[in-house]
C-alpha cells in the first residue's frame, strides 16, 4: 500500500495517489478507497495489467488539514474486509470501535 502526494501550484489542491499491490490484496477481484473526501461513498482502484489497483483523487487543501479513509476488498467468495493504509500519514479512532487511517492534505 502506498499514498503518494503531488500539491498543485495552480489551485489549492492536492493530487493524491492510492496504490496498492497484487500481494497486499488478498487475491481481491475489485478494490475501493472510502473515505470523508467522497462523503464515505467507495471510489474504486483500477486494477492495471501488473496486478496493481491504483487512483488519482485530488482533495482540497483549503478546507480541512487531512481526510480519513479505508480500503474496502472485494474477496473472491463475495465478503468484503476493509483494511487501514500502512503508510498513512497517521490514524484515528473510528465510531465502530476500530481506527480509520489518515492523509494529511497541507504541505510538509
Known amino acids: 500500500m502506498a499514498v503518494t ?11 493524491v495517489t492510492f496504490e496498492i499491490q497484487p500481494d497486499s490484496t488478498e ?12 462523503g464515505w461513498e467507495p471510489v474504486e482502484l483500477k486494477k ?4 496493481l489497483f491504483k487512483t488519482t483523487i485530488n482533495l482540497p487543501t483549503n478546507q480541512q488539514e487531512s481526510y480519513q479513509y479505508r480500503y474496502r476488498f472485494i474477496l473472491p467468495d463475495g465478503s468484503e474486509k476493509f483494511e487501514n493504509d500502512v503508510q498513512a500519514d497517521g490514524y484515528c479512532g473510528n465510531p465502530y ?12
Open 27 to 38: 487475491s481481491a477481484s475489485k478494490v475501493y478507497v472510502v473515505g470523508e473526501f467522497a
Open 48 to 51: 492495471l495489467k501488473s496486478g
Open 97 to 108: 470501535g476500530g481506527e480509520n487511517s489518515v492523509v494529511c492534505v497541507l504541505p510538509q
Open 5 to 15: 502526494k503531488k500539491f498543485l501550484k495552480t489551485k489549492p489542491e492536492v493530487q
